[in-house]
C-alpha cells in the first residue's frame, strides 16, 4: 500500500448542491423553492401556517400556569444520606442540615430548603433539620434512634412576611 492509494469510502463525502446555475442542473430558474412569494425568500416563512385553516397551536386549548411564588426543594433520600455518612461526608453527632450537606458535597446546592425523602435504609442515628419530610421517611429516622425537625420554608429576600 502507498500513500497515494489512501481515498475516502465511496459516498462518504458529497458535493453541495449548487443551486440557480440552469435549467440542466436540475436546480436551475426557481432553485427548486417553487413560484414567487414569501416561501420563495430567504430568513422568512410564516411558522404553523396551515394554509389559513385554523393552526393546531390555536385550535388546542390553553392548560395551567406557572406559580412564580413556587419553592423548589432539594430532595435528599435515606440511602444518600447513609451513603454520606459511611463516606464520612457528614458527621453523624453533629446535626444534619441542607448547610452540612452542601458542604460535604451530598448536595449542589441549598435551593430554598431541603425534603427528606424515604427511599432506602437508615442505619445512622441522625439529628436532622429539613424543611420537609415524608412520613416515611420521619419513621424510618426514628427507627434508628434519631429525631426529625421539620423547618419552616426559606423565605426569599424581599418577601413580606
Do not use: C, W, Y
Amino acid at each position: 500500500m502507498k500513500l497515494s492509494d489512501i481515498a475516502d469510502n465511496a459516498g462518504s463525502r458529497k458535493k453541495r448542491m449548487r443551486v440557480g446555475r440552469g435549467i440542466g442542473s436540475g436546480k436551475g430558474k426557481q432553485s427548486g423553492r417553487g413560484g414567487k412569494g414569501q416561501t420563495a425568500r430567504s430568513g422568512v416563512r410564516i411558522k404553523g401556517f396551515e394554509g389559513g385553516q385554523m393552526p393546531m397551536h390555536r385550535r388546542l386549548p390553553k392548560r395551567g400556569f406557572n406559580n412564580i411564588f413556587r419553592i423548589e426543594f432539594a430532595e435528599i433520600n435515606l440511602d444518600r444520606l447513609q451513603e454520606a455518612v459511611d463516606a464520612k461526608k457528614i458527621d453523624a453527632g453533629s446535626v444534619v442540615n441542607v448547610e452540612a450537606l452542601v458542604k460535604g458535597g451530598v448536595l449542589r446546592r441549598a435551593k430554598g430548603g431541603l425534603r427528606l425523602l424515604g427511599r432506602g435504609e437508615l442505619k445512622s442515628k441522625l439529628n436532622i433539620e429539613v424543611h420537609g419530610a415524608t412520613k416515611t421517611a420521619i419513621a424510618a429516622v426514628e427507627k434508628a434512634g434519631g429525631s426529625v425537625k421539620i423547618l419552616a420554608p426559606a423565605k426569599e429576600e424581599g418577601e413580606a412576611a
